[in-house]
């Protein structure tokens, strides 16, 4: 079993700057990525920005350039900085890891308004 725990979210003006962090606990020796997913109202949840083991990233084509996805093994967290965030960028952002059952934190919402 593994346990997520998110933190970072809030409300942010367009063009603003915000980071997401994301603690694993529990089994977190047998996660082999950790990564970020996000659903706005009325859509479906999709991909943002993943982070495998020995570090590769991908992301969302939307997101790049302005997303950075980062993952500190000894502290088990995955972070997301998020730059030049748009208003299509409103939505719950997810944690999740791979162990390799996929586990996923609570969601914290990321709101871009002005």
């Known amino acids: 079993q593994v346990q997520l725990v998110e933190s970072g979210g809030g409300l942010v003006q367009p063009g603003g700057s915000l980071r997401l962090s994301c603690a694993a606990s529990?089994?977190?020796?047998?996660?082999?990525?950790m990564g970020w997913y996000r659903q706005a109202p009325g859509k479906q949840r999709e991909l943002v920005a993943t982070?495998?083991?020995?570090?590769?990233?991908n992301y969302a084509d939307s997101v790049k350039g302005r997303f950075t996805i980062s993952r500190d093994n000894g502290k088990n967290t995955v972070d997301l900085q998020m730059n030049s965030l748009k208003p299509e960028d409103t939505a719950v952002y997810y944690c999740?890891?791979?162990?390799?059952?996929?586990?996923w934190g609570q969601g914290t919402q990321v709101t871009v308004s002005s």
């Open positions: 999740y890891a791979a162990a390799p059952l996929t586990y």
């Open positions: 529990g089994d977190h020796f047998s996660i082999y990525a």
């Open positions: 982070i495998a083991s020995p570090g590769s990233t």
